[in-house]
């Protein structure tokens, strides 16, 4: 700790008003009345969680039934201190550092075809940052059948070394966006690597931030 460091943090209002001065007044107020639920907490989630909570966004609910493991810390937005907790409980303690007003709602919980529908319910956004192809397929038809009128936010393809330009955002369907490159697959035996992972989610939490505030 830096020696005479002012350990206060800054009230509600001054850090409003920091973001109002980066983003516009206008651009601020939608960000911090917007809800967005992030489903899965990995390489995708937990960095779209904290881009979008140092943007200002008012809710994030956080679902994931797992715990932080070693080999999640190569692109994973944990601690090595972290190890064995909860990722929803260790990624809130980690946003309320960096947003300490941002409402956060957690759940340690496996998403299903079943709970989706009510666990998702009070978000206004739905971004999917789950590790498999199957999981994605079902969170993603579960939400386009059940619940229309949610905006869904989308990843697929960010594994290897390829270039960082082919990861891009397309808008499948009026309120379907989907993020990355569309082909590369860790189950092809490409590992995940911590930048491009992060640049993906980088287009799925800025993806999140345009639908918020209507661009």
Not at 81 to 99: N, V
Not at 130 to 136: E, G, I, L, P
Not at 173 to 185: H, I, P, T, V
Request: some cysteine; aromatic content about 6%; overall charge negative.
């Amino acid at each position: 700790m830096w020696v005479g460091a002012d350990m206060s943090i800054p009230t509600r209002e001054e850090m409003y008003r920091a973001l109002a001065e980066r983003h516009g007044a206008e651009n601020q107020k939608k960000l911090s009345a917007a809800s967005v639920a992030v489903c899965g907490l990995g390489g995708l989630g937990s960095n779209i969680a904290i881009a979008l909570a140092r943007a200002g966004v008012g809710r994030l609910y956080l679902f994931d039934f797992d715990t932080v493991d070693i080999s999640n810390l190569n692109r994973q937005q944990y601690f090595p201190e972290q190890l064995g907790m909860p990722k929803s409980l260790a990624l809130a303690d980690t946003l309320h550092r960096i947003a300490p007003y941002c409402d956060i709602t957690t759940h340690q919980v496996k998403l299903t075809e079943e709970n989706i529908p009510t666990l998702l319910s009070e978000a206004d956004v739905v971004c999917e940052a789950f590790d498999k192809a199957d999981q994605k397929a079902m969170l993603v038809n579960c939400v386009l059948e059940n619940m229309p009128e949610k905006y869904l936010v989308s990843g697929s393809g960010m594994a290897g070394f390829g270039p960082s330009n082919n990861i891009q955002t397309k808008r499948v369907m009026k309120r379907f966006y989907l993020c990355g490159d569309g082909e590369s697959d860790v189950d092809d035996g490409v590992g995940l690597v911590a930048s491009r992972v992060l640049i993906c989610a980088g287009h799925q939490a800025h993806a999140i931030v345009r639908i918020i505030i209507s661009e």
